[in-house]
Each structure stands twice: as C-alpha cells, then as structure tokens.
C-alpha cells in the first residue's frame, strides 16, 4: 500500500457515501517510523500526521515543522497532565482528552499560553476496562462539563474493540457526536476506515498501510 492508493480508496469511500473528499482528513500515523520513511511522506506533499507519545514527538517534529510549510500535527495517544503544556505547544489537535482531570488541567495551560489545539474528546465505545475515554451513558455530561471550561471541542474520538464489528462503534460514536452539536469525528484506521467514512468520519488514522509495518526495535 502507498499514500496515493490510501488517498485513492479514501476518494472512492466518499464517493459511495456522497460526500466529498475535502470532508475527510488523513492522518498519516507515524508513532515509531524510521525518519526516511516518513520524509519521504512529507515530501509527497502530505501534511497531516498523528502521534501517539509526547517525548517522541518532541525529539523529531519541530525540526520537520521548520522544514516543511504547513504541517497539523495531532496526538492520537493518552495524555498525562503533567505532560499537557508541551503537547499543546507541539500539536495542532488532540485526540485523547479522556477525563475531567486533564481538561481543567488544559483549560488553565490555554489561559497561560493563549492558545489550545483544537480537541477530541475520547469515548470508550466498548466500555472496555483497558482502555482509556469515557463510557458513552457518561458522554453527554462529559462533553458538557469540557465545553463549560471554554476548550475548543472538535469532535469525538473512539477505537473500536478489536473482536468487535467497528461499523457498530461508528455509528454509536457518530450519534453521540450529533445529539451534542459536534461535527468532528476521529475514528477508523487502516483496516476499517472506509467503514468509517460511510459513517461520517472526519479524520481517519492511517498508518501502517502508508508506512509500512512499524519499526519497534
């Protein structure tokens, strides 16, 4: 697989679902990529990439950001408070707000920095106890409770169980988001973003069907 066939198949889910491909944002996830693989991306054109750690994003992405023009970095992994001030310097989005905890703690770093990357809130779809989000009977409170701290709320975020049909999650995760007024909704990865995009996905998390398998040792 490569990011033109990736796009491809993005253009098309649109196309079956009516929607354009403007709709759809890629991110290209490069958590633990060799640096050549993902400059090789960059220099496509693409622009968009997910992370799913702090320090590891630190170590690469402000040289890349000076590099290359137009760059939207997004934090697709878990969040700790004490690490909320350098992931909202760094990224553009953050995918993984999952408690009350971490938004206060935001709310005053975006007092203190003037700025807040724009935020997904994350819902644990399949009330798994391994994961992280909030279970969605507690969603509708959640959402309230982080838009009354003033934070740029986006959207939704979930992870399907991986024995689990996603479609299912989709849809649960997509009626949450309209019953709330949200227009965003980050879900679907490499093996089921089509499914995602014909249940309104905004931003879908490709990684390893662009990269390649990651690199982990």
């Not at 354009?20 to 054109?45: C, F, M, N, T, W």
Request: proline fraction near 6%; aromatic fraction near 4%; hydrophobic fraction near 45%.
């Amino acid at each position: 697989m490569s990011l033109p066939e990736i796009t491809a198949r993005i253009d098309a889910a649109c196309d079956r679902a009516g929607r354009s491909p403007a709709e759809v944002a890629l991110i290209a996830v490069s958590k633990v990529q060799p640096d050549a693989r993902v400059e090789a991306v960059l220099d496509a054109g693409h622009r968009v990439f997910g992370e799913n750690r702090v320090q590891e994003a630190q170590g690469k992405w402000p040289a890349w950001k000076e590099r290359y023009d137009g760059v939207e970095l997004h934090l697709l992994g878990p969040l700790q408070s004490n690490k909320a001030r350098p992931a909202m310097e760094l990224f553009d989005a953050i995918h993984s707000v999952d408690r009350l905890k971490l938004a206060r703690r935001m709310a005053d770093m975006a007092q203190e920095l003037g700025r807040c990357p724009d935020l997904f809130l994350q819902i644990n779809t399949g009330e798994e106890g391994q994961k992280a989000g909030v279970a969605p009977a507690e969603a509708d409170d959640f959402i309230h409770e982080v838009r009354a701290l003033d934070l740029p709320v986006k959207g939704l975020m979930c992870i399907p169980p991986v024995e689990e049909t996603p479609s299912l999650h989709f849809a649960l995760l997509a009626k949450i988001a309209a019953r709330n007024g949200l227009s965003g909704l980050s879900m679907g990865m490499s093996a089921d973003f089509e499914e995602a995009i014909a249940l309104g996905a905004t931003h879908v998390r490709v990684g390893s069907a662009i990269f390649g398998e990651r690199v982990t040792g």
